[in-house]
């Protein structure tokens, strides 16, 4: 069966050519990520805020949501956010949080009481802003160590070189994911912290498969100048990176689209991971090599003495 998308196998892209304007691009990105997350800040979610989330389903017929805010801006709960996703009849409705657990429950019984029988609460979430802080600290915790660990695998798989590279483009991807949140400021939770430890996975997986054939040319070609040993490696697997990178792009898509509003800060943080993840492990993860070349195989000394 004819394969849905393939690539010639003698594709020969000169890819080190454009080390200078590849890492050029990834470093001025992942600096104004960096910028925009001081600038501009995340819209942390109520995971992260404290506060109320509640979705509902108007029980017939589509949600009305300015008689909703009329009935619930009379409630004297403060911010009130209304947003329909998915279908016209469901809403996600934001309450900032009320300063202590029971004033939270008892604005939760006051929307319940407000709405009647005409919306059917379908979740329920109450986050207090002690708790949303330490889920920071151990989301930021969690990324960090992840990535330390990656690199402390490919160093005990490779070599320290090829290590370095593998955190180098790892941070640059989940840097840049947080500047895509900055800038769009879209919620950012829990979910999106999932998604971000996801795209180190996914990244450092394709990163895997350009180093191992690097490694397998450093072995094959002993004398063959290193730029053009690392054009071969990545062309070789370019095909499989593409592959890989547009399913998984074609199904997270449709997540976005049809999941709704409840995954939806997952699958977009996805999306962009997937994208900036093949961008690393083709034009960034080898190039970087160049700057740290890794050691080659020797041929034994006593094949080097025969005449």
């Known amino acids: 069966m004819r394969p849905l998308f393939s690539l010639p196998h003698d594709t020969r892209i000169p890819f080190m050519r454009l080390r200078r304007i590849t890492i050029g691009l990834a470093t001025v990105l992942s600096v104004l990520s960096?910028?925009?997350?001081?600038y501009a800040g995340l819209n942390y979610g109520i995971d992260f805020r404290g506060g109320i989330l509640i979705e509902v389903r108007a029980t017939q017929g589509t949600a009305d949501l300015a008689s909703m805010?009329?009935?619930?801006g009379g409630l004297d709960l403060g911010e009130v956010a209304l947003q329909n996703f998915g279908k016209n009849e469901d809403v996600l409705i934001r309450i900032v949080d009320q300063g202590n657990e029971q004033a939270n429950n008892e604005a939760v019984d006051a929307v319940r009481k407000a709405l009647g029988d005409s919306y059917e609460f379908r979740r329920v979430e109450v986050v207090g802003p002690k708790v949303g802080g330490e889920l920071i600290q151990a989301g930021a915790l969690a990324a960090i160590l992840a990535m330390l660990g990656i690199a402390v695998y490919v160093w005990f798989r490779f070599e320290w070189q090829f290590a370095i590279v593998a955190f180098v483009t790892t941070l640059h991807d989940v840097v840049t994911t947080?500047?895509?949140?900055?800038?769009?400021q879209i919620?950012?939770?829990?979910?999106?912290?999932?998604?971000?430890?996801?795209?180190?996975?996914y990244s450092i997986n394709d990163t895997v498969v350009v180093f191992d054939r690097i490694r397998e040319s450093l072995r094959k070609y002993k004398t063959m100048?290193?730029?053009?040993?690392?054009?071969r490696a990545v062309n070789d697997t370019l095909s499989r990176t593409l592959m890989t990178s547009a399913t998984t792009f074609i199904a997270v898509l449709a997540l976005t689209l049809v999941g709704g509003e409840v995954i939806r800060s997952f699958t977009i943080a996805m999306l962009w991971g997937i994208v900036i993840g093949t961008f690393s492990s083709i034009f960034i993860a080898a190039p970087m090599l160049l700057l740290l070349p890794p050691p080659r195989a020797t041929e034994p000394a006593a094949a080097k003495a025969m005449p």
């Open 34 to 38: 960096i910028v925009l997350f001081f």
């Open 69 to 72: 805010r009329t009935k619930l």
């Open 178 to 184: 947080i500047g895509v949140f900055a800038l769009t």
């Open 187 to 201: 919620d950012f939770n829990l979910a999106t912290v999932a998604a971000v430890l996801t795209i180190a996975g």
């Open 225 to 231: 100048p290193l730029p053009e040993l690392m054009d």
